[in-house]
């Protein structure tokens, strides 16, 4: 058994309402687990569950095979987290954030030597270490706490919305060192995203709404579940191409504002051989592949609420530069 | 180990952020330069006649000792408030430590700055007319970081319980004053009603003062005048400063884990 990450019906009520509902999942060695979902399903507090900082109403956690509820301190060892919010004291160095957690995790000093090289260096900040992390842009004051998670040597990092607040393009960056960090350590990593886009960079996700697990497994098994890959054309003999393409695949052709619409299994296999084998003249094609959006809207009939978010956002960035003092 | 590491770790953190903070390294020095100038020059002219046949600076002296002391380390505590608001707490309180020992490390932080502000004072009292036997130098620094230990695990307490720096410096506004003019630091506790007399003893304030007092006219002023400004013994005021410290930290350290 090598599951990192062990949760068997754990539930999490505050005050009657049910915030987490009876979950139960298990996250394996060295893949990316996403946790996927609203604001407000119940992603947070999961992970606040799963580090310690809440107690579970009902069910069990095992994190690294110890117990969440009966053996605190160990589970604390075992994970590096990444907050949400930013967590650094933007007075010090880099390097004495670094010092400061290595100091509480009873990372040994001549060890400490060695890895704030090696973590810092995986985040691109070696140059920086020295710098007060006040003068850090939000981008690089996540990759620090990152790198600050994995001082440790943690079983497992969590990572909450660790994108939220930042732009697209420093978005992109922070992917290519999370991605780096899994293939270059094997890093177990649980993260929480409301981005759809984000979690296809995951091995697997579970989608929450409302506390209860709706839907899990590969992003590419998820999308199956919609459905296969939509092609879309045009063309001046549109009858014609629609009884050809009737004849020759045995499929429903559907038309939607004067283009015709086919649903194959893999849509990069089939476009090819499509251009190989038509007779009929086509203008224009088109292939459309399901994304998460398409499979979070097919279970719960509603929008992921980005618009939420996004004010949301506003508000993280505004208390951002307030704790930028 | 850990523990003590952990302490360790938090302390310094405290006093890195303190020498980081220039305003605040410049009005330690500043403040209690003020307080002695004012009230050194101002209320000694008016009021040094004295009816306790004590010299007023050398009676007001512990007062402003304790005063400058319990503002210092009050405002020290605030940084458990800041941690709160700007996230830094969570990163303490996921930790594998023990919260007693975040708890320590934090008064005593506290304590350690409260406990600079003291001696510039002690330093500076020669200067403005204050006698202080070499002696008495160490009794006195005893003193100050028991009050200001006691002070620190208070606003422990108190920033362990609020929610936002606004709030907190809501709270100590209203307590500072009240705390400073029930604790004997103007006017003996020998002779005043009833009421006053329960209010200064359960403040810590009143321990430090009168500690201060007697160990500072000890052997200028006449034991029997000594004896009408005095509330306890100087080992009472020792105890009574160690367990309110101790009630204050054990209470922040219940707020910390009801809290987080």
Same mark, same amino acid.
């Given at each position: 058994?090598?599951?990192?990450?062990?949760?068997?019906?754990?539930?999490?009520?505050?005050?009657?309402?049910?915030?987490?509902?009876?979950?139960?999942?298990?996250?394996?060695?060295?893949?990316?687990?996403?946790?996927?979902?609203?604001?407000?399903?119940?992603?947070?507090?999961?992970?606040?569950?799963?580090?310690?900082?809440?107690?579970?109403?009902?069910?069990?956690?095992?994190?690294?095979?110890?117990?969440?509820?009966?053996?605190?301190?160990?589970?604390?060892?075992?994970?590096?987290?990444?907050?949400?919010?930013?967590?650094?004291?933007?007075?010090?160095?880099?390097?004495?954030?670094?010092?400061? &957690?290595?100091?509480?995790?009873?990372?040994?000093?001549?060890?400490?030597?060695?890895?704030?090289?090696?973590?810092?260096?995986?985040?691109?900040?070696?140059?920086?270490?020295?710098?007060?992390?006040?003068?850090?842009?939000?981008?690089?004051?996540?990759?620090?706490?990152?790198?600050?998670?994995?001082?440790?040597?943690?079983?497992?990092?969590?990572?909450?919305?660790?994108?939220?607040?930042?732009?697209?393009?420093?978005?992109?960056?922070?992917?290519?060192?999370?991605?780096?960090?899994?293939?270059?350590?094997?890093?177990?990593?649980?993260?929480?995203? &409301?981005?759809?886009?984000?979690?296809?960079?995951?091995?697997?996700?579970?989608?929450?709404? &409302?506390?209860?697990?709706?839907?899990?497994?590969?992003?590419?098994?998820?999308?199956?579940?919609?459905?296969?890959?939509?092609?879309?054309?045009?063309?001046?003999?549109?009858?014609?191409?629609?009884?050809?393409?009737?004849?020759?695949?045995?499929?429903?052709?559907?038309?939607?504002?004067?283009?015709?619409?086919?649903?194959?299994?893999?849509?990069?296999?089939?476009?090819?051989?499509?251009?190989?084998?038509?007779?009929?003249?086509?203008?224009?094609?088109?292939?459309?592949?399901?994304?998460?959006?398409?499979?979070?809207?097919?279970?719960?009939?509603?929008?992921?609420?980005?618009?939420?978010?996004?004010?949301?956002?506003?508000?993280?960035?505004?208390?951002?530069?307030?704790?930028?003092? | 180990?850990?523990?003590?590491?952990?302490?360790?770790?938090?302390?310094?953190?405290?006093?890195?952020?303190?020498?980081?903070?220039?305003?605040?390294?410049?009005?330690?020095?500043?403040?209690?330069?003020?307080?002695?100038?004012?009230?050194?020059?101002?209320?000694?002219?008016?009021?040094?006649?004295?009816?306790?046949?004590?010299?007023?600076?050398?009676?007001?002296?512990?007062?402003?000792?304790?005063?400058?002391?319990?503002?210092?380390?009050?405002?020290?505590?605030?940084?458990?408030?800041?941690?709160?608001?700007?996230?830094?707490?969570?990163?303490?309180?996921?930790?594998?430590?023990?919260?007693?020992?975040?708890?320590?490390?934090?008064?005593?932080?506290?304590?350690?700055?409260?406990?600079?502000?003291?001696?510039?004072?002690?330093?500076?009292?020669?200067?403005?007319?204050?006698?202080?036997?070499?002696?008495?130098?160490?009794?006195?620094?005893?003193?100050?970081?028991?009050?200001?230990?006691?002070?620190?695990?208070?606003?422990?307490?108190?920033?362990?319980?609020?929610?936002?720096?606004?709030?907190?410096?809501?709270?100590?506004?209203?307590?500072?004053?009240?705390?400073?003019?029930?604790?004997?630091?103007?006017?003996?506790?020998?002779?005043?009603?009833?009421?006053?007399?329960?209010?200064?003893?359960?403040?810590?304030?009143?321990?430090?003062?009168?500690?201060?007092?007697?160990?500072?006219?000890?052997?200028?002023?006449?034991?029997?005048?000594?004896?009408?400004?005095?509330?306890?013994?100087?080992?009472?005021?020792?105890?009574?400063?160690?367990?309110?410290?101790?009630?204050?930290?054990?209470?922040?350290?219940?707020?910390?884990?009801?809290?987080?």
């Amino acid at each position: 058994m090598n599951n990192i990450i062990e949760v068997k019906n754990l539930t999490k009520k505050f005050n009657g309402l049910t915030a987490v509902d009876d979950v139960s999942f298990e996250v394996k060695k060295g893949e990316i687990f996403g946790f996927l979902g609203p604001n407000g399903a119940g992603k947070s507090t999961t992970i606040n569950m799963l580090s310690t900082i809440l107690s579970p109403t009902e069910g069990e956690a095992f994190i690294n095979k110890f117990n969440v509820l009966s053996q605190k301190d160990e589970v604390r060892k075992s994970i590096g987290l990444v907050f949400q919010d930013p967590s650094l004291d933007d007075r010090l160095t880099a390097e004495e954030n670094l010092r400061f &957690h290595a100091k509480l995790y009873g990372v040994p000093s001549n060890e400490f030597q060695k890895r704030k090289q090696e973590v810092l260096e995986l985040v691109d900040l070696w140059d920086r270490r020295d710098d007060i992390v006040k003068n850090f842009s939000g981008g690089m004051k996540r990759r620090l706490e990152i790198a600050r998670g994995l001082l440790h040597y943690p079983a497992v990092l969590f990572l909450d919305e660790p994108t939220i607040g930042l732009d697209p393009q420093t978005r992109a960056h922070l992917w290519d060192y999370i991605l780096r960090l899994k293939r270059e350590k094997e890093m177990t990593i649980f993260m929480t995203t &409301h981005y759809m886009n984000e979690a296809e960079y995951c091995d697997r996700i579970a989608i929450i709404d &409302h506390g209860k697990i709706v839907a899990s497994g590969t992003p590419r098994e998820l999308k199956k579940q919609v459905g296969g890959d939509i092609i879309r054309m045009s063309s001046a003999q549109k009858q014609k191409l629609k009884r050809e393409l009737e004849e020759r695949y045995k499929k429903e052709i559907k038309e939607e504002d004067g283009t015709l619409q086919l649903e194959v299994a893999d849509g990069e296999k089939f476009l090819p051989r499509l251009f190989n084998e038509l007779d009929t003249k086509i203008d224009s094609i088109e292939l459309r592949k399901p994304t998460l959006d398409d499979v979070f809207l097919s279970l719960t009939g509603r929008k992921i609420r980005e618009e939420e978010a996004s004010s949301k956002d506003r508000m993280r960035e505004h208390m951002r530069v307030r704790g930028g003092r | 180990m850990q523990f003590i590491q952990t302490i360790y770790t938090i302390w310094q953190r405290e006093l890195i952020r303190y020498w980081r903070d220039k305003t605040r390294i410049i009005s330690t020095l500043f403040m209690p330069l003020m307080f002695l100038v004012i009230f050194g020059a101002g209320l000694s002219k008016t009021l040094a006649t004295g009816n306790f046949g004590v010299d007023f600076v050398q009676f007001m002296y512990p007062g402003i000792i304790a005063m400058s002391v319990m503002s210092v380390a009050f405002f020290s505590t605030i940084s458990t408030v800041w941690d709160r608001e700007f996230g830094f707490l969570k990163e303490i309180l996921v930790a594998p430590v023990s919260r007693v020992a975040v708890a320590f490390g934090k008064t005593l932080g506290a304590t350690t700055i409260a406990s600079i502000q003291a001696l510039i004072l002690l330093i500076l009292a020669p200067f403005i007319g204050v006698t202080i036997h070499f002696a008495i130098v160490l009794p006195l620094i005893i003193f100050m970081l028991l009050l200001a230990f006691a002070i620190s695990g208070m606003g422990l307490l108190i920033s362990s319980l609020m929610k936002t720096t606004e709030s907190f410096g809501l709270v100590m506004q209203v307590l500072i004053f009240p705390l400073f003019f029930v604790s004997g630091a103007f006017f003996p506790l020998t002779a005043v009603p009833s009421w006053m007399r329960a209010l200064a003893n359960v403040n810590p304030l009143t321990y430090g003062v009168d500690a201060m007092r007697q160990i500072l006219l000890g052997n200028q002023v006449d034991p029997t005048i000594l004896n009408n400004l005095s509330l306890h013994a100087i080992p009472i005021n020792a105890l009574f400063l160690l367990g309110f410290s101790a009630v204050m930290v054990s209470a922040a350290v219940w707020a910390f884990n009801k809290r987080a």
